[in-house]
């Protein structure tokens, strides 16, 4: 399926946060056009180059539709081909971004989502299923995320390297079986 075109459910191509020197915090691609770390790294150091200094939210960077906004010490993106509705991305940004107020306790900043990068993978995955767009209800994302935390299946600090090591090789056998 072609995740460019117009009509398509593929709404998002990347969610990026970097902090305030540009440095990747995390980011999370859903299409194939960065293929490889070295690109991605060069996307996101011009794209930060481009935004550190606007006060705006919407921007066209190389031909993507770019939503962003500067927290305290983080900048987060999302990154959209041209033809996407800029009101849906923006309202999908907001509730993301209320959605990791709640988790975070109204502290969005780099030591905090550093510390917590478990759970802001999962807000992620609970509002984004290969860039289709799931859910824009902060307390919804915000409420499944708890749920898996509280239930166990998160916190990867506290399992033993084994137990990690088998529950990601779960996952990823999961993800190609797909």
Same mark, same amino acid.
């Given at each position: ?66 939503? $962003?906004?500067?927290?305290? /010490?983080?900048?987060? $993106? ?19 971004? !209320? ?29 984004? /299923?290969?860039?289709?767009?799931? /859910? ?16 166990? !299946?998160?916190?990867? %600090?506290?399992? %033993? ?8 090789? !779960? ?8």
């Amino acid at each position: 399926m072609d995740h460019h075109s117009p009509l398509s459910l593929y709404s998002v191509d990347a969610l990026i946060i970097l902090d305030s020197d540009g440095k990747r915090i995390l980011a999370k691609y859903f299409t194939q056009e960065y293929k490889g770390a070295r690109e991605q790294n060069e996307f996101e150091k011009q794209l930060f180059k481009q935004t550190k200094k606007l006060n705006n939210e919407l921007i066209m960077y190389e031909g993507k539709l770019v939503i $962003y906004q500067n927290i305290v /010490d983080v900048f987060i $993106y999302v990154i959209a081909n041209q033809y996407q509705n800029e009101l849906m991305l923006c309202n999908f940004m907001n509730s993301f971004i !209320d959605a990791l107020n709640i988790l975070l306790k109204n502290q969005v900043e780099k030591r905090i989502i550093m510390d917590n990068m478990d759970v802001v993978f999962l807000a992620i995955d609970e509002c984004l /299923d290969e860039g289709i767009i799931l /859910d824009n209800d902060a307390t919804q994302i915000s409420n499944r995320v708890s749920k898996k935390a509280n239930n166990g !299946d998160m916190n990867i %600090s506290e399992q %033993s390297f084994t137990q990690a090591f088998f529950n990601a090789r !779960d996952q990823i056998a999961r993800s190609l079986l797909k």
